[in-house]
């Protein structure tokens, strides 16, 4: 499966982007689907899943009630919609792909990653 994000750039603290992953290649009901980020000096973290299949979704803590996980069986593509940006969502953000037995938050269950997309919050 082979993933490609989109949608990030430069935007004012307040302001609201919508990430964008096509998904191609496999019958995607048998993948999970998850977006991570990672900020200059951090690790990659946990923002959100999803199961294809079914539209169960999950969140990270941190992100509840501000960030929205949701996919476009149509159009093969999951979205993260993000509210009330702040400085520190700052980062490069990817999209992921695990096998559909698999439904984890760690970055080290997912098989397939995309490229990622910046997101750049300034103050």
């Known amino acids: 499966v082979q993933l490609q994000a989109s949608g990030g750039g430069l935007v004012r603290a307040g302001d609201s982007l919508r990430l964008s992953c096509v998904v191609s290649?496999?019958?995607?009901?048998?993948?999970?689907m998850g977006w991570f980020r990672q900020a200059p000096g951090k690790e990659r973290e946990f923002i959100s899943r999803t199961r294809w299949s079914s539209g169960f979704t999950s969140y990270a803590n941190s992100w509840k009630g501000r960030f929205t996980i949701s996919r476009d069986g149509a159009r093969n593509t999951l979205y993260l919609q993000m509210n009330s940006l702040k400085p520190e969502d700052t980062a490069v953000y990817y999209c992921?792909?695990?096998?559909?037995?698999?439904?984890?938050?760690?970055?080290?269950?997912?098989?397939?990653w995309g490229p990622g997309t910046q997101v750049t919050v300034s103050s």
């Open positions: 290649g496999r019958t995607l009901s048998r993948y999970n």
């Open positions: 992921a792909a695990s096998r559909a037995e698999v439904f984890s938050v760690s970055a080290g269950n997912y098989d397939h």
